[in-house]
């Protein structure tokens, strides 16, 4: 089966601009998050989504936003990058979001911001 | 807040050496804990879980215990490969809240030497 997946791989951006990562996660988990890594430092969660609804935020500036579509994939945007959106962003699935459930992550994207 | 506090590295080791990388952390209530190992270029994967006192994760040789009474995670493995090398994250997820938020230490990194 396959697992976690994303796109693109890499990606280059400018500041101001904004930006749109996607992530499909595994058949039949229907919960998927976000988490950004920045070099040498370990993961810091973005968002939660189920169902299609947002059910957790972490503490990240509204520029950052996702959403989840019917078949549970999900993209995270974010608008008017700075220098410091440069980092691993890491897409994560889940059965059903639940407290005790397992995530696995996909590969990342790594975004640059010049 | 809930925190992980992991060793710093990076932890160097010739091959056949034993392995310990210590993990612990703070939480209200009781936490599922993780150990998550990246290879150079890659996302995270899952290497082991537990989610009560006095569980064992293990995998692929590795394994952890979940100590309460120490609020300890503490990786282990007897005899380490080259391919061992990586950063190993510890990680735990606090069922509070009814969501998955994982929150993550900073990192070991870990290097193999034949």
């Known amino acids: 089966d396959a697992g976690v997946t994303q796109s693109p791989t890499h990606l280059i951006k400018t500041r101001g601009q904004h930006v749109t990562l996607r992530c499909s996660p595994i058949s039949g988990h229907k919960s998927v998050s976000w988490y950004q890594q920045v070099l040498g430092q370990g993961p810091q969660f973005i968002f939660q989504?189920?169902?299609?609804?947002?059910?957790g935020r972490g503490n990240f500036p509204d520029r950052f936003s996702a959403r989840q579509f019917p078949n549970y994939s999900s993209e995270l945007n974010v608008n008017a990058l700075l220098l410091g959106d440069s980092a691993l962003y890491l897409c994560?699935?889940?059965?059903?979001?639940?407290?005790?459930?397992?995530?696995?992550f996909g590969p990342g994207t790594r975004l640059t911001v010049l | 807040g809930d925190s992980v506090t992991q060793m710093e590295g990076p932890v160097t080791l010739s091959e056949e050496a034993f392995l310990t990388i210590n993990c612990t952390y703070t939480a209200t209530g009781y936490p599922s804990l993780f150990w998550y190992v990246q290879y150079p270029g890659e996302g995270l994967q899952l290497l082991l879980k537990?989610?009560?006192?006095?569980d064992k994760g293990s995998n692929k040789g590795f394994e952890a215990t979940y100590r309460k009474e120490t609020t300890s995670f503490h990786l282990e493995k007897g005899s380490v490969q080259v391919s061992d090398s990586a950063v190993y994250f510890c990680?735990?997820?606090?069922?509070?809240?009814?969501?998955?938020?994982?929150?993550f230490g900073a990192g070991t990194r870990l290097a193999v030497h034949p």
């Open positions: 994560a699935s889940s059965l059903d979001g639940g407290g005790t459930d397992t995530q696995y």
């Open positions: 990680a735990l997820q606090n069922p509070f809240g009814g969501y998955n938020k994982l929150i």
């Open positions: 537990a989610t009560k006192a006095d």
């Open positions: 989504y189920y169902e299609k609804e947002e059910r």
